[in-house]
């Protein structure tokens, strides 16, 4: 199960992450997303746990449990959606 994870402190690093959420089993990944410009923390990641009952336990946990003074925001990270990745929604483009 994927999870998302908001409002996470920028100054936190993946072993921040991994201890909070390896105490209710099994984490096999950890993305903290970075400015792509600065390489600093956007805020957020994302936590793949392979056991939903697990990933269930940690996220009814630590939702609102504060990691380096920042309360997190949990949810099951919704499915990426390529359709409508790097294209203007208003249309436009080029024309000639």
Do not use: H, Q, W
């Not at 793949?48 to 697990?54: N, T, Y």
């Amino acid at each position: 199960m994927n999870l998302y994870v908001g409002n996470l402190s920028r100054d936190a690093v993946e072993d921040d992450v991994r201890r909070a959420f390896e105490a209710y089993g099994k984490v096999t990944s950890i993305n903290i997303i970075r400015d792509k410009f600065s390489g600093e923390s956007r805020g957020f990641c994302f936590v793949d746990m392979p056991v939903k009952a697990e990933a269930n336990a940690a996220m009814d946990a630590l939702n609102g449990k504060e990691i380096n003074g920042r309360a997190l925001i949990i949810n099951e990270a919704r499915p990426r959606n390529d359709d409508n990745r790097g294209r203007n929604k208003r249309g436009g483009g080029r024309r000639f």
